[in-house]
């Protein structure tokens, strides 16, 4: 008996974590699918998982102002989730470039739209990034 | 030149004696001599004296003229500087103002192109700092706060 109820609580529990990984592999999908395509440019690839409130704001001009922004840290190189908050479906995640990060916020609706996408960069070329300046070490 | 003015001053002094009334003799000749030959002395010092201070005070007012004459030219130099100096600064000034213009110009265009990127009013915004450390990251990490521009659609 004890045998079996652990078990069955083993198998819940790797249920449980599965779902959890599932969960973050997702978003992080998600993000960086919206993120390559605007970093490409493409207007299509970046609207592909909006709601329709969010797609009728976008503009192609804006796409590629974002694209220019991205570009201008280097080649995309993915993004990491750094911070979840699952209650309220927003995620932000860390994209990585050659020259410098972005942040990468989004908030998803229940059925996997985005009602969010935003693309926070330093303010001006040539400022430290978080990550840079978190792991630059003073002389 | 200085004999010739004493020579002219005894000259004159003596027609002046001749001119006045003869007075009667109470003395004898010699006293009568000595007193002529002091005051026509007397009268030559009187002379020589005044011409002298008559140039002193000609060299003065000349001096002085010069002086105002100076001064004068002076403050019309110093004046022409000024102007000049005046016109100067108001080309500068005119200079910044075409600079100002030319600014405000561009702030204009500028925020015609924000506008027209953000028509909805979100899809530029200032994201006043931005955390180095996260939720994931080792508290160790020191918080870097960094300027931050979000571009985006939607809200939080």
């Known amino acids: 008996m004890n045998l079996r109820a652990a078990l069955v609580c083993a198998t819940a529990a790797l249920l449980i974590a599965g779902c959890s990984g599932q969960r973050v592999a997702d978003e992080t999908k998600i993000a960086d699918d919206v993120t390559r395509a605007v970093y490409n440019n493409d207007y299509a690839g970046t609207v592909k998982n909006f709601d329709d409130t969010l797609k009728g704001q976008v503009t192609r001009g804006q796409v590629g102002v974002i694209s220019d922004k991205l570009h201008a840290l280097g080649d995309y190189q993915g993004l990491t989730e750094v911070k979840s908050e699952p209650d309220y479906r927003r995620y932000t995640f860390e994209a990585k470039l050659t020259n410098g990060t972005a942040m990468v916020r989004m908030r998803v609706h229940a059925d996997g739209s985005i009602a969010a996408y935003r693309v926070d960069v330093p303010a001006a070329t040539g400022l430290p990034t978080p990550a840079s300046a978190a792991s630059a070490k003073p002389k | ?156």
Not at chain 2, 7 to 22: C, Y
Not at chain 2, 32 to 49: D, M, Q
Not at chain 2, 54 to 75: F, G, I, P, S, T
């Open chain 2, 1 to 156: 030149m200085k004999s010739f003015k004493i020579i002219a001053a005894l000259t004159l002094a003596a027609f002046a004696l001749t001119l006045a009334p003869t007075p009667q003799a109470l003395a004898d000749g010699a006293a009568s001599t000595r007193n002529i030959l002091i005051g026509t002395a007397a009268a030559t010092l009187i002379i020589i004296n005044h011409n002298k201070k008559v140039h002193q005070r000609y060299a003065e007012d000349a001096q002085k003229q010069a002086a105002l004459a100076e001064q004068a030219n002076n403050a019309k130099a110093a004046a022409a500087q000024y102007k000049t100096a005046y016109e100067h600064e108001a080309v500068v000034a005119s200079n910044l103002k075409r600079e100002v213009a030319l600014q405000q110009t561009q702030i204009n265009q500028l925020n015609a192109q924000v506008a027209s990127l953000n028509p909805s009013g979100n899809f530029v915004s200032a994201n006043s700092a931005s955390t180095a450390t996260t939720s994931k990251q080792p508290v160790s990490a020191k918080s870097v706060q960094v300027a931050m521009v979000s571009y985006g659609w939607g809200s939080f």
